[in-house]
């Protein structure tokens, strides 16, 4: 047991030590517009860009990650995410990559202690993002703070990137490159069409860095019963918000988590390999189920004497009068002073365009398959129909132009490889089967340098003065 994060450290070092890692450079400098290109480039770092670097940096790659986001605030959650706790139990291993003193449990009780590690019902947002800022430092990760990715540009053997950062606007160019981009990796947020009818004033999606402060005294409508409206909700509420009303479509808020039942090594490795139909009917009944919000974040928005819960309020139209917005629901006509769409995410390549080029290239699972029901879950269909290591797939007339160079390590996989890249608990599974791809790919890239290696190894094992010749049975001298 460790008492210090110095002590700690210290036994991350001689684990890896142990383990060999990170391996031997075997790879390649390779060269591109005259200059050596990182074997790996990946775009974003949050939790699974730092897994996807390090995994990657084990194996003998050279990576280097970029976020527009200031050092220690990539991903969600110090920004956007205001749950207080994570929903996951504790003891999942996330971005640990199967090595017990990089574990969030590990770096805690080195902290706090056993008994504290005991006490503690569920992970605090804010204390899981001190764990991966430690992550990131103890490995040591090449991560480019106030570097954005403005332009994706795949080539036959490498992905051209154009970055805006401190130093200004450069290309950057390497082998590989992974999107690490999180919930809305291959858009934004999914918003009814009425909020169109909106001024940007007065309305946010829970998604955005919005300042819960200024609903002080307000009247806020919450779209939504899952995590996020609950959170939102909850928010609201404790920064002093008159009114809380959740309009919430359904009869019932969702009960049960029924994804819970795939928590299991079978569905991390079987998954991608499933038939087409079984994929489909598994996520389609995932989308009809939906996932409940945490018990504790709903009694977090019921404790509020003014805070209400509306069933089966669907929202039919909505529009702003006399300063106030009007929103016109099943249940009647309602008045309020901000609205707050909880309603998710899904692809729209438009609301990212620096993926644009790639956009045009990628097969979706509505080119792939065309089911009965499909016009049910336009969401599903739009996702992109990725290959065995994450890769995406060119649409017809695309093929041969690299698009397969270009890996999407983010929540967009989940069609084609399960839930295992943009969550806490097989974000390690996901990174390893990701990270397999791109190094046997380069390797077999480089196979013909690989063999002439083999070819030039000269390094003798055995010397000749090891063992005496048996004399000739004739008598001839040996």
Avoid at 228 to 255: F, H, Y
Avoid at 266 to 295: E, I
Avoid at 339 to 344: C, D, E, Q, R, S
Avoid at 389 to 399: I, K, L, T
Wanted: proline share 7%; with cysteine.
């Amino acid at each position: 047991m460790t008492h210090s994060l110095a002590e700690l450290e210290r036994c991350v070092a001689r684990d890896l030590e142990y383990l060999a890692l990170p391996a031997k450079r075997w790879l390649p400098d390779v060269q591109i517009g005259g200059e050596v290109v990182p074997d790996v480039a990946v775009i974003g770092g949050g939790m699974a860009g730092l897994t996807a670097s390090a995994v990657l940096g084990q194996m003998g790659a050279r990576v280097v990650a970029y976020d527009a986001r200031p050092a220690g605030f990539e991903g969600p959650w110090a920004t956007t995410a205001r749950m207080r706790t994570l929903r996951s139990p504790k003891t999942l291993t996330g971005p640990a990559l199967g090595i017990p003193s990089l574990t969030f449990r590990a770096w805690f009780t080195a902290q706090f202690g056993e008994a504290e590690w005991e006490a503690l019902d569920k992970i605090p947002r804010l204390q899981w993002m001190d764990y991966l800022r430690w992550y990131r430092k103890v490995l040591a990760l090449d991560v480019r703070n106030g570097h954005r990715v403005t332009d994706v540009i795949p080539h036959l053997d490498h992905v051209e990137l154009t970055v805006e950062g401190p130093e200004g606007r450069q290309t950057v160019r390497a082998r590989r490159v992974v999107l690490a981009t999180g919930r809305d990796g291959l858009g934004g947020p999914s918003l009814p069409s009425l909020a169109q009818d909106l001024p940007r004033e007065v309305w946010a999606h829970s998604s955005d860095e919005n300042d819960y402060a200024e609903l002080a005294g307000k009247r806020v409508a919450v779209i939504g019963a899952g995590a996020s409206a609950m959170d939102s909700a909850g928010t609201a509420l404790e920064n002093g918000a008159a009114q809380v009303d959740l309009l919430i479509r359904r009869a019932d808020i969702p009960r049960v988590n029924r994804g819970m039942a795939m928590g299991n090594p079978g569905s991390v490795y079987g998954m991608r390999d499933l038939p087409d139909d079984w994929k489909w009917k598994l996520q389609t009944t995932l989308a009809d189920a939906q996932v409940p919000p945490p018990r504790a974040s709903v009694l977090r928005v019921s404790a509020h004497a003014n805070a209400a819960f509306h069933l089966g309020c669907a929202l039919n139209g909505a529009r702003v009068e006399n300063g106030e917005v009007v929103l016109d629901t099943t249940k009647g006509t309602r008045r309020y002073d901000f609205v707050i769409f909880a309603t998710g995410f899904k692809v729209d390549w438009a609301k990212k365009p620096f993926l644009s080029r790639l956009a045009a290239m990628t097969r979706t699972w509505g080119e792939r398959i065309q089911p009965a029901d499909g016009a049910r879950y336009p969401g599903l269909l739009d996702l992109p129909d990725l290959g065995p290591g994450f890769e995406f797939q060119p649409r017809p007339g695309a093929e041969g132009q690299g698009v397969g160079n270009v890996l999407c390590f983010c929540y967009p996989a989940v069609m084609s490889q399960g839930n295992i890249s943009g969550d806490i608990p097989a974000i390690s599974e996901g990174a390893r089967r990701m990270a397999r791809g791109i190094i046997g790919g380069l390797w077999r890239e480089d196979i013909a340098l690989h063999y002439q290696r083999m070819l030039d190894h000269a390094v003798p094992e055995v010397f000749g003065d090891e063992w005496a010749p048996a004399p000739d049975p004739q008598g001839a001298p040996a």
